[in-house]
């Protein structure tokens, strides 16, 4: 359950590191003459700092606590029935001297059974938080891309980078550059749309 919970800001981060070559392909702004190639090139390329993205995205701050709700809960369970398995185990060896060879076998069976289907259960679990935490992240992809496309078309951006401290695939970019607060922005406003 750690594991699932740990792989939800992973799996995210890994996300946001695709979102990083994202090309928009319209025509060119028009540009003052005065301007340097120079740049002309820095405004065609920004970039958005994924760690701030997550923080402060709502959409994202929205299912990182529906997970981490469901994952306590599935600990939860898996922590109770495995109490009760333990105090079940525990009854069974204070009794096992007093116990006919045919009880000892059948309530070893009966115990084995319950152990392999808390394994079960506990694998069950983790695997359908995988399977829906893969399906929102593939969600949160989406409309991240679906956004930023619509962005870089309106602002008359080329590429779109991703900067992120735990994953830096950009050592340096100017402030300047980083539009995360207008993107940040945006999302949150269509997130709230979606909600209502």
Do not use: W
Request: proline share 1%; net charge positive.
């Amino acid at each position: 359950m750690k594991k699932v919970l740990a792989s939800i800001t992973n799996l995210t981060t890994a996300f946001l590191i695709t979102v990083a070559f994202i090309s928009c392909n319209q025509k060119q702004p028009k540009i003052a003459e005065d301007k340097t190639a120079t740049n002309i090139k820095s405004e065609l390329i920004v970039y958005v700092n994924s760690d701030s993205l997550l923080n402060n995205y709502e959409y994202f701050k929205t299912i990182k606590d529906k997970f981490q709700t469901k994952s306590k809960k599935a600990q939860s369970d898996l922590t109770s029935k495995g109490t009760a398995f333990q105090r079940e185990v525990a009854a069974y060896q204070q009794s096992a001297a007093t116990l006919s060879a045919e009880q000892r076998a059948t309530t070893e069976e009966r115990l084995a059974r319950k152990q392999q289907e808390l394994q079960t259960f506990n694998q069950n679990a983790g695997n359908a938080l995988a399977n829906e935490e893969a399906a929102e992240n593939e969600k949160l992809y989406n409309k991240v891309s679906d956004f930023l496309k619509k962005h870089a078309k309106n602002k008359g951006y080329k590429l779109v980078l991703t900067y992120s401290k735990a994953n830096p695939t950009v050592l340096f970019a100017d402030e300047s550059l980083d539009v995360t607060k207008e993107v940040v922005a945006g999302l949150n406003d269509e997130f709230k749309k979606e909600k209502k």
